[in-house]
């Protein structure tokens, strides 16, 4: 019956791709695994599926055939959210915390850091917390997951703003209130300790100053 059908014309003439961006047309094609002018009934459809969505790029993947002779692909690509960075190495990360990339990731530079074993499926409820605040925002060098359980926000790469393990948005907004009234990250800060609810723990540089 393939046979037949190929013989009639049911032969793949043309594969269309839509929402291709970031996966190399190389990898797409070979995750595909369709040569021109084979039977477009024995196409595994189903398998080719599974081959795209193995790729590093691609989130999720449609193959569908229309006949006579022509497959569509439609995939949709991870959106990069951040830099993972674990023991000295560094990742593309997704919003679900999914690695894409571990290599070629200079024009990723402008991307927040974050930092830890546990990080990637953390990175997105964190981030989101800290943008709520866009001016502190400006200033994150990094937010690094501590004990697997809460995050240390490190400011213009120098500062470290400890936050609690609940309520750190609560605490992110305190501390950018302080900052509009108190102006306190202009002053000779080392560590703003936000961990408990109705103090801020300031220690200054020098010898082991503390406020």
């Known amino acids: 019956m393939v046979a037949g059908a190929a013989e009639i014309g049911f032969r793949?003439?043309?594969?269309?791709v839509v929402g291709r961006a970031e996966t190399a047309h190389g990898d797409l094609l070979a995750a595909l695994a369709l040569a021109r002018g084979s039977p477009i009934f024995a196409f595994d459809a189903d398998a080719a599926r599974a081959r795209l969505e193995a790729l590093p790029w691609v989130r999720r993947a449609s193959v569908t055939?229309?006949?006579p002779a022509t497959v569509v692909v439609r995939i949709e690509?991870?959106?990069?959210?951040?830099?993972?960075?674990?023991?000295g190495r560094f990742a593309l990360i997704d919003r679900e915390g999914h690695?894409?990339?571990r290599q070629g990731l200079e024009r990723f530079g402008h991307l927040p850091v974050v930092v830890?074993?546990?990080a990637p499926p953390h990175a997105?409820?964190?981030?989101?917390?800290?943008?709520?605040?866009?001016?502190?925002?400006?200033?994150?060098?990094?937010a690094v997951r501590v004990g697997g359980r809460r995050w240390n926000v490190r400011?213009?790469?120098?500062?470290?703003?400890?936050?609690?393990?609940?309520?750190a948005g609560a605490a992110w907004k305190r501390l950018a209130e302080y900052e509009r009234t108190q102006g306190l990250l202009g002053r000779d800060v080392r560590i703003l300790d936000l961990r408990l609810p109705d103090r801020?723990?300031?220690?200054?540089?020098?010898?082991?100053?503390e406020t």
């Open 99 to 101: 690695v894409i990339l």
């Open 200 to 209: 801020l723990i300031v220690r200054t540089r020098g010898p082991d100053k």
């Open 124 to 142: 997105s409820a964190i981030l989101a917390t800290l943008a709520s605040e866009p001016e502190l925002m400006k200033r994150v060098t990094a």
């Open 116 to 118: 830890g074993e546990n």
């Open 77 to 87: 690509e991870r959106e990069p959210l951040a830099l993972w960075q674990y023991q």
């Open 12 to 16: 793949v003439d043309e594969v269309l």
């Open 155 to 167: 400011l213009d790469g120098t500062i470290d703003v400890r936050l609690p393990e609940d309520g």
């Open 65 to 67: 055939r229309m006949l």
